[in-house]
């Protein structure tokens, strides 16, 4: 059962930021903003990821993190999350304001 949850929640993980990177591409600038604003309360009230605890049943080691270590990188944690928790979103917002408002403007 423990293989099952495991590769579950790995799948759904993967897809799930699959899906959150690349929807400044096919999502109106508000709603990702909107999933940014949902990402903060899910970190605000649950005090983390709820599918990396899922997966690895505690919320110490982070998704990005164990993956990094399992590839040979070493990333130290608190500037891994503050990237994860500040840059990431903030440039997916950029790219879909500059996507849906900017750059049409620009090329009327």
């Known amino acids: ?6 590769y579950f929640f790995l799948l759904f993980h993967v897809a799930i930021l699959a899906a ?3 929807s400044p591409f096919y999502l109106d ?11 903060y309360i899910q970190l605000y009230f649950w ?3 709820l599918l990396t605890a899922g997966q690895f049943n505690n919320r110490e080691e982070g998704f990005y993190e ?3 270590r399992k590839l040979g990188f070493r990333p130290k944690r608190n500037v891994l999350n503050f990237i994860l ?3 990431v979103p903030a440039v997916i917002i950029l790219i879909a ?4 408002l ?3 403007i620009w090329f009327k």
């Open 20 to 22: 959150w990177y690349s």
């Open 1 to 6: 059962m423990q293989f099952f949850r495991y």
């Open 85 to 87: 928790d500040f840059v």
């Open 66 to 68: 164990h993956y990094l």
């Open 102 to 104: 900017i750059i049409p």
């Open 47 to 49: 005090r983390g990821c």
């Open 29 to 39: 600038w508000r709603i990702v903003i909107a999933t940014v604003i949902v990402y």
């Open 97 to 100: 304001l500059a996507r849906q």
